[in-house]
């Protein structure tokens, strides 16, 4: 063809250009609204704590629960993925019991824009946002904490290990075999501290 056919077609909608993350001020509001989301608002607040996928915890059952650990099952990457579960985040649910093969989020969320909906409704003064920003927002700030000695708390290497992302360097896809779980708990800790003082 010589010219295209869709140049004249409006587009359905704008351009995600995926850079939204909230503020300290506005997880403040989350936090403080996102029980406006009812059933989901748990899920809502794992994702936030954890930076988990969006399916990730809707897939994962009491039986997956080992302590202070989650072994999240069938992942994005097919990568293991052990997330620890602060004494924040266990109180999200994951301490209720219950059977083994019962999963621990009962709303089955093929997508959390309603939920989220909600929770902007009854705040009004947030910008809109996904649940993948939520993950955005955990690693965005873990990235930004710094020691007393400017240092990073939690490395990049570990943040990438904490969202599950494949080490596609030739010594992580074959000779780093190690799972960096204590690392991924202090990284997780801290961020669980930082939100719990916010």
Not at 30 to 49: E, I, P, Q, R
Not at 58 to 64: H, I, N
Request: aromatic share 8%; with cysteine.
């Amino acid at each position: 063809l010589e010219t295209n056919v869709m140049q004249h077609i409006e587009k359905p909608a704008s351009e995600n250009v995926r850079e939204r993350y909230l503020s300290d001020e506005e997880i403040k509001l989350f936090l403080a609204n996102v029980h406006h989301a009812g059933s989901a608002a748990n899920h809502l607040k794992t994702l936030l704590y954890t930076g988990m996928r969006l399916r990730e915890p809707l897939r994962c059952t009491f039986g997956d629960i080992d302590g202070e650990r989650l072994h999240v099952p069938d992942t994005k990457n097919g990568l293991d993925f052990v997330v620890y579960l602060s004494p924040t985040v266990r109180t999200f649910g994951f301490d209720a019991g219950g059977e083994a093969d019962e999963r621990i989020f009962k709303n089955s969320l093929t997508a959390a824009s309603k939920p989220i909906l909600k929770v902007l409704l009854a705040i009004r003064t947030i910008k809109p946002f996904s649940a993948h920003d939520l993950r955005r927002t955990m690693v965005t700030k873990l990235s930004s904490m710094r020691d007393d000695d400017g240092r990073r708390i939690v490395t990049k290497e570990v943040i990438d290990k904490m969202i599950n992302h494949k080490d596609r360097t030739t010594s992580g896809i074959h000779y780093d075999k190690y799972d960096y779980y204590e690392e991924k708990k202090a990284g997780w800790q801290a961020w669980s501290d930082w939100l719990d003082a916010l």
